[in-house]
């Protein structure tokens, strides 16, 4: 791993759900020693803190509408001004749209962005990998049925019932990769073209994947 101190470090991260995004994009963050940035987490933040860009997202929260994109990078820009976000940071949830994506590009013209992750897992693979997840309703522990651990009805930690999720059958989960892939195919391109994209094998040992993404960015930089 490298000195987490030794250089500032601008990515973003996609990946299909059950492609392993939020394990490698925490590991790229810890590394990097960067704030791990999730649209939702930080939306969420500047509604609390009663932000200026907070409160108007408010306003569209409470009446159902989605955000405009003026305001998501108000939030964004806000996030990015404080103090553990200087130095760099790792974006997750944005941007969804290449037009986004060109706004957050001038947005953070003068520190530029090292490199767009998309962590790449066939969606066959993402579909087993969703299908057979199991979680207790009680404290949330999550189980495969492909291991033994997932064949009991009770969770081993707390006594809750362990059962599929509605979103987690193969047919909810088919609908939102064809979704994601529809929307995130342009974005892709986009970032392809201006040269940020790295596209990173999501299959195999979690250590070797952080450590190869590691080196490919560390080649940029």
Not at 132 to 160: F, L, M
């Amino acid at each position: 791993m490298n000195d987490p101190t030794s250089k500032g470090v601008r990515l973003v991260v996609f990946g299909r759900q059950g492609a392993g995004k939020g394990t490698q994009a925490t590991r790229l963050a810890t590394n990097y020693g960067i704030p791990h940035i999730s649209t939702g987490d930080m939306l969420r933040a500047a509604v609390k803190d009663g932000t200026a860009f907070g409160m108007r997202a408010k306003e569209y929260m409470d009446a159902g509408q989605l955000l405009p994109d003026d305001i998501m990078l108000g939030i964004i820009e806000e996030r990015f001004g404080e103090p553990d976000a200087v130095g760099g940071w790792l974006l997750d949830g944005f941007p969804r749209t290449p037009g986004q994506a060109a706004d957050l590009q001038r947005l953070v013209s003068q520190t530029g962005m090292d490199a767009a992750v998309n962590l790449e897992v066939p969606e066959e693979v993402v579909v087993e990998r969703i299908s057979s997840r199991r979680v207790c309703n009680e404290c949330g522990t999550i189980y495969s049925v492909s291991d033994s651990s997932g064949a009991t009805q009770k969770c081993a930690k707390c006594g809750g019932v362990v059962e599929q999720r509605a979103d987690d059958t193969e047919e909810a989960v088919r609908k939102r990769l064809a979704i994601y892939n529809e929307q995130t195919a342009p974005l892709l391109d986009w970032f392809r073209a201006e040269g940020l994209l790295l596209e990173v094998d999501g299959v195999g040992d979690p250590d070797e994947i952080s450590a190869g993404i590691i080196a490919e960015i560390d080649e940029r930089i």
